[in-house]
T-cell receptor
Framework: NAGVTQTPKFRVLKTGQSMTLLCAQD?????MYWYRQDPGMGLRLIHY???????AKGEVPDGYNVSRLKKQNFLLGLESAAPSQTSVYFC????????????FGPGTRLLVL | GQQLNQSPQSMFIQEGEDVSMNCTSS?????WLWYKQDPGEGPVLLIA?????ELTSNGRLTAQFGITRKDSFLNISASIPSDVGIYFC?????????????FGQGTILTVHP
């Protein structure tokens, strides 16, 4: 039981490049979330999903897209990376609405030059 | 949008000292959570609070859900070096919020042996 895993752990991009961050969970959770963490800002919700095939915008969705084609996977895409997207990205999952315990992955550090 | 103000931003203490931190909000939350983040890792849930006035302990950690539902407090007694990390409060409105959490900015705790 690996919990929540994220791929890659670290990536450097040039402005304008695209990439996809992968989150996988093996706990059969319905809900999945993508956050970004910046110094002094805490964690801010980018997008989330309440089930396979569904996604919704969070607090800071601009510049990102997501997909949940399989229940266990939640992908975060950057179509045209910008320096402002330099951050640490965390994926999390939880059982269902009202189950507050969100299990977090180890994070992906992204540097956009 | 909802905002959580967490204080202090950082703390430098000696091993054995007690620690107190708090979180305040301009909005009411139905659930308060406290997470700890170790360096290079994702946040891990420490304590969850579900009722106004509730006081809950987890080992040396004690957290309280403020009566107004707009604040929460975390205390750590007899700190040890492994308490080092970033502590985040998080609030959840509940209802149809789909488990979405609002995070505080974090308190960076350093414990000197």
């Amino acid at each position: 039981n690996a919990g929540v895993t994220q791929t890659p752990k670290f990536r450097v991009l040039k402005t304008g490049q695209s990439m996809t961050l992968l989150c996988a969970q093996d706990m059969n959770h319905e809900y999945m979330y993508w956050y970004r963490q910046d110094p002094g800002m805490g964690l801010r919700l980018i997008h989330y999903s309440v089930g396979e095939g569904t996604t919704a915008k969070g607090e800071v969705p601009d510049g990102y897209n997501v997909s949940r084609l399989k229940k266990q996977n939640f992908l975060l895409g950057l179509e045209s990376a910008a320096p402002s997207q330099t951050s640490v990205y965390f994926c999390a999952s939880s059982y269902w609405e009202g189950q507050e315990t969100q299990y977090f992955g180890p994070g992906t550090r992204l540097l956009v030059l | 949008g909802q905002q959580l103000n967490q204080s202090p931003q950082s703390m430098f203490i000696q091993e054995g000292e007690d620690v107190s931190m708090n979180c305040t909000s301009s909005s009411i939350f139905n659930t308060w959570l406290w997470y700890k983040q170790d360096p290079g890792e994702g946040p891990v849930l420490l304590i969850a609070l579900y009722k106004a006035g509730e006081l809950t302990s987890n080992g040396r950690l004690t957290a309280q859900f403020g009566i107004t539902r707009k604040d929460s407090f975390l205390n750590i007694s007899a700190s040890i070096p492994s308490d080092v990390g970033i502590y985040f409060c998080a609030g959840q409105v509940g209802g149809t919020s789909y488990g979405k959490l609002t995070f505080g900015q974090g308190t960076i705790l350093t414990v000197h042996p």
